[in-house]
């Protein structure tokens, strides 16, 4: 049984270009949770969704970052126009939903921006 | 989620016990009590989690404190793999909450 599968796992862009980052979650989960971690900094929480919903995203960041989990596919976390201050590394997490849903999170994605 | 207190730091020998302590002494009756550790370059992964009980797995043992504003998480034989940082994290059940991260213990484990 495959674990929550997040690609690429490095990602450089430039500043002003979108980042596209994926996730696959657990085989049989149909949560998925994104969280980012700054240099230096502690995980923060910013994006709970279900398939085709988003959840909460109390910790998303106003503007130009989104996330979807549609029907058939992975997670994607989609920051547009990236900054210096974007790079970081983004760790995404599965749950069944059910029970003490407790999370497996994947490898990440270590974004640096240019 | 109450908030939960632990040491930046600790240093254990390689092959020995290592106790990390969480204090959260606004713990309410729902909560759970979880450990995550997060090696370097790597994502956080579940160690453990705890109502009232201590709980044994295969990767470590967490004990609870009876009127349970604290806990420890017991690794038996510290190995260099075990070097990471460790959190404790409380937790309600439900499919929703999201875990909230505080600083955890950085620990190092010595040869």
């Known amino acids: 049984n495959a674990g929550v599968m997040q690609n690429p796992r490095h990602l450089v862009r430039r500043r002003g270009q979108e980042a596209r980052l994926r996730c696959s979650p657990m085989?049989?989960?149909?949560?998925v949770y994104w969280y980012r971690q700054l240099p230096e900094e502690g995980l923060k929480f910013m994006v709970y969704l279900q398939k085709e919903n988003i959840i909460d995203e109390s910790g998303m960041p106003k503007e130009r970052f989104s996330a979807e989990f549609p029907k058939e596919g992975p997670s994607i976390l989609r920051i547009q126009q990236v900054v210096r201050g974007d790079s970081a590394a983004y760790f995404c997490?599965?749950?069944?939903?059910?029970?003490?849903?407790?999370?497996?999170f994947g490898a990440g994605t270590r974004l640096s921006v240019l | 989620d109450a908030k939960t207190t632990q040491p930046n730091s600790m240093e254990s020998n390689e092959e020995e016990p290592v106790h990390l302590p969480c204090n959260h002494s606004t713990i309410s009756g729902t909560d759970y009590i979880h450990w995550y550790r997060q090696l370097p370059s790597q994502g956080p992964e579940y160690v453990i989690h705890?109502?009232?009980s201590n709980v044994n797995n295969r990767m470590a043992s967490l004990a609870i404190a009876e009127d349970r504003k604290s806990s420890t998480l017991i690794l038996h034989r510290a190995t260099l793999r075990d070097a990471a940082v460790y959190y404790c994290?409380?937790?309600?059940?439900?499919?929703?909450?999201?875990?909230?991260f505080g600083g955890g213990t950085r620990l190092m484990v010595k040869p």
């Open positions: 994290i409380l937790k309600m059940v439900g499919a929703g909450n999201m875990l909230t």
């Open positions: 997490a599965s749950s069944p939903g059910q029970g003490l849903n407790i999370q497996y």
């Open positions: 705890g109502l009232t």
């Open positions: 085989k049989g989960h149909s949560h």
